[in-house]
Nanobody, 116 residues
C-alpha cells in the first residue's frame, strides 16, 4: 500500500495550490479519502473528506469556502484545491485512506508554505 502526495510548495498569501495523492496497493474506490494537515506545534487536523464514489464531501467548517476536495477513481488520485491561502494554512498536508472496516493508511505528507 502506498499513498504518495505531491504538489506542495511555497505560495504567496492569496494564492492557490493543488496537492495530489496517488494511491496504490488497494481498491481505491472502496476507501473514503481524507486530507489532514499539521502545522508546527499543533495537532493534526482533518481538512476535508470525500466518499469512495466521490459523491459526498465534508470539510472543516473554517475551510469549506476556500478548499475543494475531489477524486478521480480511474487515476487512483485524490486532490485538494486550496484557494485564497493565508500564512495560517502553512502545514504539512497528509493524505489518508479509510475503509468502512477501519483500515487506515497514511501518506508521507507534503509541505505547504504560505509566505510573502
Amino acid at each position: 500500500v502506498q499513498l504518495v502526495e505531491s504538489g506542495g510548495g511555497m505560495v504567496q498569501p492569496g494564492g492557490s495550490l493543488r496537492v495530489s495523492c496517488v494511491a496504490s496497493g488497494f481498491t481505491f474506490s472502496d476507501y473514503a479519502m481524507n486530507w489532514y494537515r499539521q502545522a508546527p506545534g499543533k495537532e493534526r487536523e482533518l481538512v476535508a473528506s470525500v466518499s469512495g464514489s466521490g459523491a459526498y464531501t465534508n470539510y472543516a467548517p473554517s475551510l469549506a469556502a476556500r478548499f475543494t476536495i475531489s477524486r478521480d477513481n480511474a487515476k487512483n488520485t485524490v486532490y485538494l484545491q486550496m484557494d485564497s491561502l493565508t500564512p495560517e494554512d502553512t502545514a504539512v498536508y497528509y493524505c489518508n485512506a479509510l475503509s468502512s472496516y477501519g483500515d487506515r493508511y497514511w501518506g508521507q505528507g507534503t509541505q505547504v508554505t504560505v509566505s510573502s
